[in-house]
């Protein structure tokens, strides 16, 4: 992948190439940014720009043999480790490239990929992903052979929040103090989630979010009409997976908008045996699926809380959510709105340390029927 095949990020793009052409690039770099901001294929063109024998000032040249080995994804000092679970409980050791041939592919198709579209491409169970300690000696083991191609070695750790903390400690040695022309690139979305002692090891490049000016012309230029373009930019909030999406009339977030729209109707009415189903149902979910839908009801009690004060406008809430948003948003204020997204990051918290989630879900459900009743 060339810089020119990343949409938007030119302030990023130019820092990284500067770095190193003026010989300050870290050995180990972390971009930290948003799902759909770009990180991943930052980092690939990146790569392919470093190791291209013929680059420009700008860009990798993108006709080498150098460069089509790191388009295809088959550039033998380019190493990936990401979440997985163990394809077999019988094996001695688990490791990524149980899964390269998967996550190859996965990429290839889209560069943008979350974790949540790479979870549902390897497996349909409620099977928690890991980076685990196992594939820690993996990477301490290849980045001390020698370079094949002579030149740099890289290794791309795609969602760095998913390391455990053993795993991230047998890797903190290499991380700073690695074998001679490697370069580190860790690639995260959440920097509460990274151990302190990766982040303090580790040169952070922040990836802002797309602007909606940026996404509205890259669908331009794809052939999107411009309304449609104009829309979709708006209602994405800088996510690039999540537009391409929509363009094939695919809602991401479809089942999360009428879980919330189901669960706030039965916390305002005070439901108790709805609510307690509603529980039931949401303790079959993945980890992750629970922590995606309390980030998207955290999003929606602020979009409604704008809306409340300041209108249509300002708000990014596609027709199904606008439509509920007309009685709901009335109920949102300065008076609840606070604490119901206090409520909810901590819930999140708790879904991450594997607590009893009925319960969880069932206390909280009660104490926000508590909040949206609350007379301002």
């Known amino acids: 992948m060339q810089f020119q095949d990343v949409i938007g990020q030119d302030e990023t793009k130019h820092r990284l190439i500067k770095s190193f052409e003026e010989g300050r690039l870290a050995h180990a770099l972390m971009l930290l940014g948003p799902a759909g901001s770009g990180c991943l294929p930052l980092a690939l063109a990146f790569v392919q720009y470093i190791a291209c024998p013929n680059k420009t000032s700008e860009d990798s040249c993108g006709q080498c043999a150098t460069c089509r080995k790191v388009d295809a994804l088959n550039f033998a000092d380019l190493h990936f480790s990401f979440p997985y679970f163990n394809k077999s409980s019988s094996a001695d050791i688990n490791i990524c490239a149980d899964w390269m041939s998967e996550f190859r592919t996965a990429v290839l198709e889209e560069p943008y990929m979350d974790v949540d579209l790479w979870r549902s491409l390897i497996t349909k169970d409620n099977k928690t992903l890991q980076i685990s300690v196992d594939e820690a000696g993996d990477i301490v083991r290849r980045l001390t052979l020698h370079s094949y191609e002579g030149g740099y070695k890289f290794q791309i750790i795609w969602m760095g929040e998913y390391l455990r903390v053993d795993t991230a400690n ?140 300041t209108g249509e406008d300002l708000t990014r809430l596609n027709p199904m959510e606008k439509d509920f948003s007309d009685k709901f948003a009335p109920f949102i204020n300065d008076l609840n709105a606070e604490d119901m997204i206090d409520r909810l990051q901590l819930a999140y918290r708790d879904v991450d340390r594997n607590v009893n989630t009925k319960i969880l879900f069932t206390d909280l459900s009660f104490k926000l029927h508590y909040l949206l009743t609350m007379k301002p």
């Open 170 to 309: 047998k890797l903190l040695k290499i991380i700073e103090e690695p074998p001679p022309k490697t370069l580190f690139i860790i690639i995260a979305a959440a920097a509460e989630q990274i151990l302190p002692t990766i982040m303090s090891r580790v040169q952070v490049v922040r990836v802002p979010r797309l602007s909606d000016e940026t996404i509205h012309q890259a669908l331009v230029q794809q052939g999107v009409e411009e309304v449609k373009a104009g829309g979709i930019a708006h209602y994405v909030y800088g996510d690039w997976l999540k537009a391409n999406a929509l363009l094939i009339n695919e809602n991401p977030d479809e089942q999360y908008t009428l879980q919330f729209q189901d669960w706030m109707r039965k916390c305002y009415k005070k439901d108790v045996v709805g609510l307690i189903r509603w529980a039931d149902g949401m303790n079959e979910l993945k980890r992750d699926d629970k922590k995606y839908f309390l980030q998207y009801a955290m999003d929606q009690i602020r979009q409604n809380l704008i809306r409340n004060y």
